[in-house]
T-cell receptor
């Protein structure tokens, strides 16, 4: 199974950039890296995904290592509303490859 | 545009009962997936339906079943409820069957409590 490893929790100050790491050393060549976040009392929210190149959208940036064994979600300027659990996953088309794990709980300090 | 909607938002049942949870996907989305999320854990995959057929099943007992209707809405059924079935049940929709390159859009879930 292509699993991911993330820190249990991280803290950041408001209005500063946040770098959330994810390790996926057993990633296969066709696995996309997806990031979701879950705010309290809500369902997960799609953030970004990518295969090889770095990706940017209005919410965040995804930096993917050259060997693809790790990636970093970058929130350019954290706000209090970014406090959430962030999940890095490698969703596959095999039923046993949809593994969310516990994610990283991000705390934002005002 | 309306997002994924789930009903009911909360439900209380007793052991041995049966429950039906409902999900309406985003308009135009043909794939619906169901997840169970126990407190403190990430979502766990239960089923994927695409074009009204089951396309994926996670490691859940046969007490769990689902179906998808011609309008792509979906129901999750759980029979013979156990205390351990208490969880947040999430529905997610996406445009296509492929999971690798398709973002999923989640509803806010149904909170099921078993007494």
């Amino acid at each position: 199974d292509a699993k991911t490893t993330q820190p249990n929790s991280m803290e950041s100050n408001e209005e500063e950039p946040v770098h959330l790491p994810c390790n996926h050393s057993t990633i296969s060549g066709t696995d996309y890296i997806h990031w979701y976040r879950q705010l309290p009392s809500q369902g997960p929210e799609y953030v970004i995904h990518g295969l090889t190149s770095n990706v940017n959208n209005r919410m965040a940036s995804l930096a993917i290592a050259e060997d693809r064994k790790s990636s970093t979600l970058i929130l350019h300027r954290a706000t209090l509303r970014d406090a959430a659990v962030y999940y890095c996953i490698l969703p596959g088309n095999r039923d046993d490859k949809i593994i969310f794990g516990k994610g990283t709980r991000l705390h934002i300090l005002p | 545009d309306a997002g994924v909607t789930q009903s009911p938002t909360h439900l209380i049942k007793t052991r041995g009962q049966h429950v039906t949870l409902r999900c309406s996907p985003i308009s135009g989305h043909k794939s619906v997936s169901w997840y169970q999320q126990v407190l403190g854990q990430g979502p766990q995959f239960i089923f994927q339906y695409y074009e009204k057929e089951e396309r994926g099943r996670g490691n859940f007992p046969d007490r769990f079943s689902a179906r998808q209707f011609p309008n792509y809405s979906s129901e999750l059924n759980v029979n013979a409820l156990l205390l351990g079935d208490s969880a947040l049940y999430l529905c997610a929709s996406s445009l296509a069957r492929d999971r690798k390159n398709q973002p999923q859009h989640f509803g806010d879930g149904t909170r099921l409590s078993i007494l």
